[in-house]
C-alpha cells in the first residue's frame, strides 16, 4: 500500500447532503423546454426509417432498393453492404443494427432509407424489395436447447453437459434418456457455473427440502421515450451525434468502430434521456444514422415508432429456471442448487451469468451450486434492464424459501434473518462481502407498520429480498471555478434519474458552499476524457466520488491561492466552510478568504481555478433490499389488486432521499408490472403479437398503491461519502414478493410469471378440482 | 389531396399553419411549429405523453389530425407557466421530485390541471384513475399522485384566503 494512503473516514454529519433540493434541470422539465433526443432539429435535416424483417428467421437472398433510390425526395438507402465489417468491431452489434445474410428476429433491421420527409421516406421502404428464404425458427429458451432445434448461428457449438438431464426435460429427446457427445452446433451460447461446498452432503443433511421449476416471460423495460438520434456527418468526414443515451462515449467509440471512423472525429452530445433502465446501453439506430448521413451527405434524424422499440430493441431474457433449498428445522440452510436457462434473443449475452450470481446472494451457504445457460433465440438481442439476471433467479429463489418458512412454520423474515449474508459471508458467486445492510432491511421491515397489518380473505402478504452487486467503473469529471465563485460542474455520466441534483449536493457539501452555487452539466464527448455508461447503479457512486474528489482538488488550488496571497506556506493553509482560513494560530492572522473572493483575484494569482479527478473507480458496496407486499386475489376473476408495497432498503449513504426513494419506489412498480401484466407474446410465427402499450400493458397509476420506503444506511466503506448504488436493487424483489403474496393469497404457489387472471383463475380452478378428488 | 393551411389558437395566440391531412397534431405541433415539450411515446393514445386540451378537453395530440384543429383553443405544456411564474402543479412537481427522466412530465402536468379544473378536490383514487391515461416508467406514480394532491389542497387553501 502506497505510504500516502489515508484510510477512507466517512462524515458521519453532513450539511447539504441528505437534503432534498429542486433539481437543477427541474425547471425545464416541467416546461417543456429540455430536450430529449427527438426535440433537435439540424438544417437541411432528412428523415430516416427503417426496413424491418417480418420474418422470425429468413435467409436475406436479395435486396432490390434500385425503386426506392429513384424516387424522389429520397437521398440515400443503406444495407449491409454499405456498413461493411471493419477491423475489430463487435460482428455481433454490426449484424444487429442491419442484418447481413440472415435476419435473425422479427423487426431485424434490413435496410434504410433517407428522404426529405417522413412520407417519402415512408414510400421508399415501401419500394425495396428484400427475397427472403424463410427458415424454421424458435423463441422459447427450453425449445432452442433441444438437440434437434433450428440454430440460429453455425459457428456456436456446444457440448452437452449431464446437469440439463436433471432439469425440466425438455433438453432430452422424447425417448432417450441421454444426451448428444461431444461438440455441435447449438444454441446453447454459455455455460456458467458457481458455488462451494457439497451440495450432496448438504442436502443429506436437510430435514425438508423444497424444489420447483420456474418459468418467466421476456419484459421490455418500458422507457417512455423511444430511441432516437441526430446525425451529421461532414464532408471532410467529422461527424456529430446527437442523442438519448446512457452512455455517449460509448455510442461514440462503438459507433466510430462499427464504420471506421477515428474516435477523435465523431462528437457526441448526449440529450435528456426520458428512461433508459439499461435498455439505452447499447446501439440500435445510431451506427445506421451515421451512415445514411455519411451517404447522404446531410444530417438525418432516425426516431423510432413504439412498436419498433418493443420488436426491435433490447428487452430482457425469458427465464426456465429449477431451484432446490434444503433446511434443518431450525431453518438452517444446509444446501442450495439452482440451474437457470435465459434466452438472450438471437446474439450471445443474455444476463444468465449474473442472475447465476445474484440467485443465492441473500444467504450464508456452506453448500451452493449455481448453473446458468445462456441460449439464441429467434427474438431481438436482449440488453441490460435494471439488475440484469438478479429479479428471475429471486423470483425463483425467494419462491423456495417462503416454501420452507411455511414448512418449518417459521416467519418468512426470521427465515431470512437466520441465513442472511453479513460482513464475512464468503457469497455464493466468490467473494467475501464486506459491511453490508441485508440483516438491517429485514429488521426494518420487521419492525415496519405493514408488516403488522392483520390481512382479510383472499389476501396474502409476500415477503423477498434482493441484492445487487453494483459498479464503479471509468469516470472522468471536472469542477471549474467562475469568476464569480460560483461553479461548473462538467461529468460524463448521463442523469438517468435526478444525479445532477446529486452532484450539486456533493460538490456544495465538500467546498462548504451553497447548493444552488453550482450547476452541474453533462458535458459531450469532445469535453472530458472517456465515462462508462451511466448503468451498474454507478453514477451517484462514481461520478460521485470524481466529484468529491474534484472538489478536493479545488480546495487544494484554492488554499495555494490563499498561501500565495497570504505570503505563508501551503500547508498552513486549511479549507473549512467556505472558506480558506489560516490552519491554527501558527499561521498568522489573516482574515478568511471566502470562494467568491478567491475567485475573484484568480487571474492576478496563477489564472483559472479548476479541480479534476479521473479513476477507473472500485469499491462499489452493494445494496440489499427487503421487499413487503400485500395483495388481494379476486377469485371470480382472477384479478390481483396491490393493497400495500413496502420498500426497505440500503443506501449507503442517501445522498438527496427524495431521488433515492423515486429509484426504489419506480424499482417496485416494475416489478410489479413484470409479475401480473408484462409479457412478450410470440405467436407460432415466431412474430411479437403485442408490440404496443395497449396490449404490452406496464402499470398505471390506478394499479399501484402509495409505495412505502425505509432507507437504510450502513455505509459503504469505498466511497467518501459511504455511497451504495441504488437503482438496480429496487427491482430484483418485487417479482418474488408479490409472487408469494399471490401464492400466499390462492393456497397455491405460483411458477409461471406473469401471474395474469386467466393463469390466477386456472391455478384456482386446480386447487379445486385436486381438493374435490 | 395537398396540404391544408390551418389557423387556430395556440397557448392565446394566433397560429397558422400549413399540415398534410394525414399528418397529426402533435407532428405539427412538434415537427412544424418547434413546440416540442408535447412528446411522442406511443404515438397511439395509449401513454399520454403528448396530452393537450382543444377547448377545455383533454385529449392525446397524437390522436388528433393538424386539419382538425382549426378555429380551436389549443393549451399545451408551453403555455403552462406564466411568465417566468410557474403554475402551482409545475412548482409541486419539483417540490415533491415528482419527475426522474421528465418524458412524461408535461403530459401529466396538461392532464392533472384538467382533473383540478373539474375537480378541486379530488380523492387518491380520483386522482390514480383520472392520471391513468399517463404512462410513467420512473416514479411508481407515489411522488405524482403526492404532488397532485397537496396542489389541490394549497389551491384550496388559497381560494379560501382570497375569498376571504
Known amino acids: ?190 455455460r456458467y457455473e458457481f458455488g462451494h461446498g457439497d ?17 418467466t416471460e421476456a419484459t421490455h423495460q418500458g422507457y417512455i421515450e423511444p430511441h432516437a438520434c441526430l446525425a451529421s456527418v461532414s464532408s471532410d468526414g467529422w461527424a456529430e451525434m446527437w442523442v438519448c443515451t446512457q452512455g455517449h462515449f460509448m455510442v461514440r467509440d462503438v459507433c466510430a468502430k462499427l464504420l471506421g471512423l477515428d474516435v477523435s472525429r465523431l462528437r457526441v452530445t448526449a440529450s435528456e434521456i426520458g428512461g433508459g433502465f439499461g435498455g439505452k446501453t447499447t446501439v440500435f439506430i445510431e451506427p445506421v444514422a451515421l451512415a445514411l448521413s455519411r451517404k447522404a451527405g446531410k444530417p438525418v434524424k432516425i426516431v423510432m415508432s413504439r412498436e419498433e422499440v418493443f420488436r426491435a430493441t433490447g428487452p430482457t431474457s425469458s427465464a426456465s429456471m429449477k431451484v432446490k433449498i434444503g ?161 461548473g460542474l462538467a461529468v460524463g455520466t448521463p442523469d438517468i434519474g435526478g444525479s445532477r441534483a446529486s452532484m450539486c449536493l456533493m460538490a456544495a457539501e465538500e467546498l462548504g458552499i451553497a447548493y444552488d452555487d453550482v450547476r452541474t452539466i453533462v458535458a459531450d464527448t469532445g469535453s472530458l476524457g472517456y465515462n462508462d455508461i451511466s448503468e451498474g447503479s454507478r453514477v451517484t457512486f462514481s461520478s460521485g466520488l470524481a466529484t468529491i474528489n474534484a472538489a478536493r482538488d479545488c480546495k487544494k488550488k484554492l488554499c495555494q491561492r490563499a498561501a500565495m496571497i497570504w505570503g505563508i506556506p501551503e500547508e498552513a493553509v486549511e479549507w473549512k466552510d467556505g472558506h480558506a482560513r489560516p490552519a491554527g494560530a501558527n499561521a498568522g492572522n489573516f482574515e478568511p478568504l471566502s470562494i467568491k473572493e478567491l475567485a475573484a483575484k484568480a487571474s492576478g494569482t496563477g489564472g483559472p481555478i479548476a479541480g479534476h479527478f479521473e479513476v477507473n473507480a472500485d469499491g462499489a458496496g452493494p445494496s440489499f433490499a427487503t421487499h413487503v407486499v400485500d395483495v388481494e386475489v379476486d377469485p371470480e376473476t382472477g384479478a390481483m389488486k396491490v393493497l400495500r408495497y413496502l420498500v426497505v432498503q440500503d443506501a449507503g449513504k442517501a445522498i438527496h432521499p427524495d431521488y433515492v426513494e423515486g429509484q426504489f419506489q419506480g424499482g417496485a412498480v416494475q416489478g410489479i408490472g413484470w409479475v401480473l401484466n408484462e409479457e412478450y407474446i410470440y405467436g407460432a410465427d415466431g412474430r411479437l403479437q403485442n408490440p404496443g402499450f395497449l396490449d404490452y400493458r406496464i402499470p398505471v397509476c390506478s394499479d399501484v398503491p402509495m409505495i412505502d420506503t425505509v432507507i437504510v444506511e450502513v455505509p459503504n466503506p469505498g466511497h467518501p461519502y459511504g455511497v451504495r448504488g441504488v437503482g438496480e436493487t429496487s427491482i430484483v424483489p418485487p417479482l418474488a414478493a408479490v409472487a408469494n403474496a399471490v401464492s400466499a393469497a390462492m393456497g397455491v404457489r405460483a411458477t409461471t410469471l406473469p401471474m395474469s387472471p386467466p393463469k390466477v383463475l386456472a391455478a384456482l380452478e386446480n386447487k379445486m378440482r385436486k381438493a374435490a378428488d | 389531396m395537398g396540404a391544408v393551411h390551418i389557423s387556430t389558437t395556440i397557448n392565446g395566440d394566433t397560429v397558422e399553419y400549413i399540415c398534410r391531412p394525414d399528418e397529426s397534431l402533435l407532428d405539427v405541433l412538434r415537427d412544424r411549429l418547434g413546440m416540442t415539450g408535447s412528446k411522442e411515446g406511443c404515438g397511439t393514445g395509449d401513454c399520454g405523453a403528448c396530452s393537450v386540451t382543444i377547448d377545455g378537453r383533454l385529449v392525446c395530440s397524437c390522436l388528433v389530425l393538424g386539419a382538425e384543429a382549426g378555429g380551436h383553443e389549443i393549451e399545451t405544456i408551453e403555455g403552462m407557466a406564466d411568465g417566468d411564474k410557474l403554475h402551482p402543479l409545475q412548482q409541486s412537481f419539483l417540490e415533491h421530485a415528482a419527475l426522474q427522466c421528465g418524458i412524461c412530465t408535461p403530459g401529466f402536468l396538461i392532464a392533472a390541471r384538467s382533473l383540478l379544473e373539474r375537480n378541486p378536490d379530488p380523492t387518491e383514487t380520483e386522482v390514480r384513475y383520472w392520471l391513468a391515461g399517463n404512462l410513467c416508467r420512473c416514479t411508481g406514480y407515489d411522488k405524482i399522485v403526492r404532488a397532485v394532491m397537496d396542489t389541490a389542497k394549497d389551491m384550496k387553501k388559497k381560494g379560501r384566503r382570497n375569498a376571504a
Open chain 1, 327 to 487: 433446511a434443518k428445522r431450525d431453518g438452517t440452510f444446509t444446501a442450495a442448487d439452482a440451474i437457470l436457462k435465459f434466452q438472450g434473443g438471437a446474439f450471445p449475452g443474455s444476463p444468465v451469468e449474473m442472475g447465476a450470481m445474484c440467485a443465492f446472494a441473500c444467504y450464508d451457504l456452506r453448500n451452493v451450486r449455481i448453473i446458468g445457460y445462456d441460449v439464441v433465440t429467434n427474438r431481438p438481442k436482449q440488453a441490460a434492464y435494471r439488475a440484469p439476471g438478479a429479479p428471475m433467479a429471486a423470483f425463483a429463489v425467494e419462491a423456495c424459501v417462503g416454501e420452507l418458512s411455511e414448512k418449518l412454520k417459521m416467519d418468512a423474515i426470521d427465515i431470512r434473518l437466520k441465513n442472511a449474508a453479513k460482513e464475512g459471508t464468503v457469497s455464493s458467486y466468490g467473494p467475501t462481502f464486506g459491511p453490508v445492510g441485508l440483516v438491517e432491511t429485514l429488521q426494518a421491515a420487521k419492525a415496519h407498520k405493514n408488516y403488522k397489518v392483520k390481512l382479510g380473505p383472499n389476501q396474502g402478504r409476500g415477503v423477498a429480498s434482493g441484492f445487487w452487486f453494483n459498479f464503479g467503473g471509468q469516470t472522468c469529471t471536472t469542477l471549474n471555478l467562475n469568476s464569480d465563485g460560483t461553479l
Open chain 1, 199 to 215: 451440495i450432496k452432503k448438504g442436502f443429506a443433511e436437510a430435514d425438508v427440502i423444497v424444489e420447483h421449476e420456474f418459468t
Open chain 1, 1 to 190: 500500500m502506497p505510504l500516502d494512503t489515508k484510510p477512507n473516514v466517512i462524515p458521519t454529519t453532513f450539511k447539504t447532503v441528505g437534503t432534498r433540493p429542486v433539481r437543477p434541470d427541474g425547471v425545464d422539465k416541467v416546461t417543456g423546454r429540455a430536450r430529449f433526443g427527438a426535440d433537435m432539429q439540424a438544417p437541411g435535416m432528412l428523415v430516416g426509417r427503417v426496413l424491418r424483417s417480418p420474418h422470425a428467421h429468413a435467409r436475406i437472398v436479395k435486396i432490390d432498393t434500385s425503386k426506392a433510390e429513384a424516387l424522389p425526395g429520397v437521398k440515400a438507402v443503406i444495407t449491409s453492404k454499405d456498413m461493411p465489417a471493419q477491423e475489430g468491431c463487435d460482428m455481433d452489434v454490426l449484424t444487429n443494427v442491419m442484418a447481413r445474410d440472415k435476419a435473425l428476429y422479427d423487426g431485424h433491421a434490413v435496410a434504410a432509407v433517407a428522404a426529405v420527409d417522413a412520407a417519402v421516406a415512408r414510400k421508399a421502404l415501401k419500394l425495396i424489395k428484400v427475397d427472403y428464404k424463410v427458415l424454421p425458427h424458435v423463441t422459447d429458451v427450453d425449445e432452442a436447447m433441444k438437440p434437434d432445434a433450428p440454430i440460429l448461428h453455425a459457428h456456436i457449438e456446444h457440448e452437452y453437459q449431464q446437469d440439463l438431464l436433471e432439469t425440466a426435460g425438455h433438453v432430452k429427446g422424447k425417448k432417450e434418456r441421454t444426451l448428444p457427445k461431444g461438440k455441435r452446433p447449438s444454441n446453447i451460447a454459455g
